[in-house]
């Protein structure tokens, strides 16, 4: 894949391993969305997914692996809107404010209950660093490893092609898109607690996890 002229302007100012990643990450881009969007879209996303992790990261080693990652996701998410993809799937979105703790847990366990017959993603309205330790630790204890995880922030796209968005605490700062169907689960925030009182609200978001996923009548795979 050739990368457009203006990105590569845009991407000047980086590490040369960056931009070689970045360029390796349009390219992966490119092949996966082949057919469905152009390299301008592409590379659009790439940069902006990009600089949503540059402003506020302290270690920049996986930048552009982070930035794939999200633009993946937010192409997933764009095809679904526009009509372009759509495997029946249901898609819930988990929203809190750090994308941190909660939404985090909770995605990880939709994810391994789900399995491949429904969607899930994250997001939060100010994204912290990185995924509470704390929370890594009680979701290990239930077989489920979150530690790859990263926080990030919710989009229009994720946002638009959700069937359901679940908030936990982020109060006005979540988005409101007419039509959704959205529900708020009143958690504590698990953020500077200890692991024996991040495991209640571990435990409560498993619990209603399992509710929402009979609602939605998908299959547990464990």
């Not at 009182?197 to 209603?208: L, Q, S, Y």
Request: net charge negative; aromatic share 8%; proline share 6%.
């Amino acid at each position: 894949m050739t990368v457009h002229p203006a990105q590569e302007r845009s991407w000047e100012g980086l590490h040369l391993d960056d931009r070689l990643a970045l360029k390796q990450a349009a390219a992966h881009l490119a092949q996966e969305f082949s057919g469905v969007y152009g390299t301008e879209t592409i590379e659009r996303f790439l940069d902006s997914s990009f600089d949503q992790f540059a402003g506020r990261a302290t270690v920049t080693k996986f930048l552009p692996l982070l930035a794939e990652r999200f633009a993946r996701q937010r192409l997933h998410a764009l095809a679904r809107v526009e009509g372009l993809h759509d495997d029946g799937k249901p898609v819930v979105l988990f929203l809190c404010t750090h994308n941190a703790g909660r939404s985090q847990m909770a995605l990880g366990f939709f994810q391994a209950l789900a399995g491949d017959n429904a969607v899930a993603w994250s997001g939060g309205s100010e994204p912290g660093l990185e995924v509470n330790p704390v929370a890594v630790q009680a979701m290990a204890e239930r077989g489920i490893d979150i530690a790859h995880e990263f926080p990030k922030p919710w989009t229009d796209e994720t946002v638009r092609a959700a069937d359901v968005v679940i908030t936990m605490g982020c109060g006005d700062a979540c988005p409101i898109f007419p039509g959704k169907r959205y529900e708020n689960w009143e958690l504590p925030d698990p953020a500077g607690q200890g692991l024996d009182a991040v495991r209640p609200i571990r435990d409560d978001i498993e619990e209603r996890v399992h509710r929402l996923l009979a609602d939605l009548n998908v299959p547990v795979t464990r």
